[in-house]
């Protein structure tokens, strides 16, 4: 059936315009964008002018099953992904037990079918057990059905595992996804700014992450490997991955989509709900990263999505554990981002679409004839306001109570099927 | 996976030293003369090397639907001992391709030459030869 979604605004990420027509598709796949459809459709949807884009992809959440339902469920944050115009997301390997065998792979993939009907793509241990020690089954994973290997938030801290990591990973031609964070230096809870040291707070250098950098750059350069900086957060951090993008070094990056907006100010109230990791650091590092995604230095926006319960930010700020509930406000953040900085639009959102596809050699992400027909139509024209008690995530540790926004998901197919709001 | 060759040569050493590598064991085994398998240690696999024994098997493991990919007269070698399953079927360790057996007896004899002539028996063979 070939179904057409006509008088719409639509961003194909590989122009940087808003450009208006329609956009046919059939059998799962884009057959046609632009001013008229070349072919009769046997269904039409009337967009009203709305603003199309490409299903986002998501390249770092976690999701918290198997293992830890209590906080979170496959089913709950699929959901929250879909009603942020996310189609594809990638899964942290750190559950219980840790995505380290086909077997949790196999079960993922299952509860994901059984969820929401987006695509789940699981990222599989870097080392068994995340043990940072014996290197994982990279390739039977793969064959499982793994898109690439990390660590998660656990440092691989021997630098010989990390090597050999490396050389086998690039071996079978394989991504490596790491978030480059010194384990000593890392023993904090807020960045080593104005902000820590008056409130006391246990501090994080900037060099937390740039040291990392440094030592995995220069693997990368020795063993080839391909590697994928997850969650950067420092100005000198977009420095280092950039100059290794002019040296021909085979890496890519992404930002966390709250470091897009917050900074260590938002921490001087011992907002837990600001407790992250890396931390927000200084509003030159924030200027710095959105330099990054304008420049395409930072390929890809994921969003970090780590779901807590409650209780676990109801602690004091160095007891509470890290991480924000970031799936429901993702969409909104990326078009209220485009309102409020310099960043055009269609760029932010080819970051959260092409760009991990690119990086992870995705088919979906993109408007061109024979892309799988992922599509969201936003409403970009609403006013709405933020409210921890209308999160569809299970985790409602969201630092965004109160925020206005201007868009939302109205309608989103993958492969051409629409699947309902719910 | 786009690496710039300037990269790729750079942090290979066997490359530098005029050797081609290939990760990919199908793509190695096509049109070969000579398939030479090593033995795994597999005390070293705690040093981080390998992930198991099972998937390098899977990956590396030569299979006869492996040697099939080399040229029909091609030799199976392999200094020894064996680890049947590991790197090596034992379809093929036995198979009529292999030489493994000729070439471990070969390896004892020039094993037993080397360490002759350590122990100084080489004056002594040659100081026999000349008199004869």
Known sequence: ?422 | MKSSPSVQKHCCPIRELGASVEHNLEKALQNADVVIGLRLQKERMRSALLSSEDEYYRSYGLTQARVALAKPDAIVMHPGPTNRGVEIESSVADGPQSIILEQVTGGIATRMAIMSIAMGNVEKSLVSSRTS
């Open chain 1, 1 to 422: 059936m070939h179904t057409l979604i006509s008088n719409c605004r639509f961003i194909d990420p590989s122009s940087d315009t808003i450009s208006t027509g329609s956009i046919g598709f059939s059998g799962g796949v884009i057959t046609s964008t632009g001013p008229a459809s070349p072919q009769q459709p046997d269904n039409t949807i009337d967009a009203g002018g709305k603003l199309v884009i490409p299903g986002l992809i998501d390249c770092f959440a976690r999701l918290r099953e198997p293992g830890f339902e209590k906080l979170a469920t496959i089913s709950s944050e699929t959901n929250a992904a879909l009603h942020s115009g996310i189609t594809t997301l990638m899964c942290s390997p750190d559950t219980d037990p840790i995505t380290d065998e086909p077997a949790i792979v196999e079960l993922i993939k299952r509860r994901a079918l059984a969820g929401s009907g987006i695509k789940v793509l699981p990222i599989g241990a870097a080392t068994m057990g995340q043990n940072g020690e014996q290197l994982g089954e990279l390739r039977t994973l793969a064959d499982s059905g793994c898109i690439a290997f990390s660590n998660g938030d656990y440092p691989i801290t021997n630098t010989q595992v990390l090597r050999r990591l490396m050389e086998y990973s690039s071996g079978f031609g394989l991504k490596l996804i790491i978030a480059p964070q010194d384990p000593w230096l890392s023993d904090g809870v807020a960045h080593e700014g104005t902000v820590s040291t008056r409130l006391g707070l246990r501090a994080i250098p900037a060099a937390a992450e740039t040291v990392a950098l440094s030592q995995l750059i220069e693997l990368c350069y020795q063993t080839g490997a391909s590697v994928h900086f997850s969650r950067l957060s420092s100005h000198r951090g977009v420095q280092l991955v950039s100059q290794a993008k002019k040296d021909n070094i085979n890496i890519t990056a992404d930002v966390g989509i709250d470091h897009l907006f917050l900074t260590e100010m938002d921490t001087s109230e011992f907002d837990s709900l600001c407790h992250t990791s890396p931390p927000f650091r200084a509003r030159s590092d924030l200027e710095a990263l959105r330099e990054g995604v304008a420049s395409g230095v930072i390929d890809a926006i994921c969003s970090n999505h780590a779901p807590h319960e409650t209780d676990s930010k109801l602690a004091p700020f160095p007891e509470s554990l890290p991480g924000t509930s970031a799936l429901d406000s993702f969409l909104a953040l990326l078009f209220k981002l485009g309102n409020e900085s310099d960043i055009a639009l269609p760029t932010l959102i080819a970051r959260a679409s092409a760009g991990p596809a690119d990086c992870f050699d995705l088919p979906q992400g993109r408007l061109n004839t024979g892309s799988p027909a992922d599509l969201v139509i936003v409403d970009d024209e609403c006013d709405w306001d933020f409210d921890h008690q209308h999160m569809r995530s299970q985790g409602k540790n969201s630092p965004y109570q109160g925020w206005s926004f201007q868009a939302k998901a109205k309608q989103v197919f993958v492969d051409g099927n629409e699947i309902a709001l719910t």
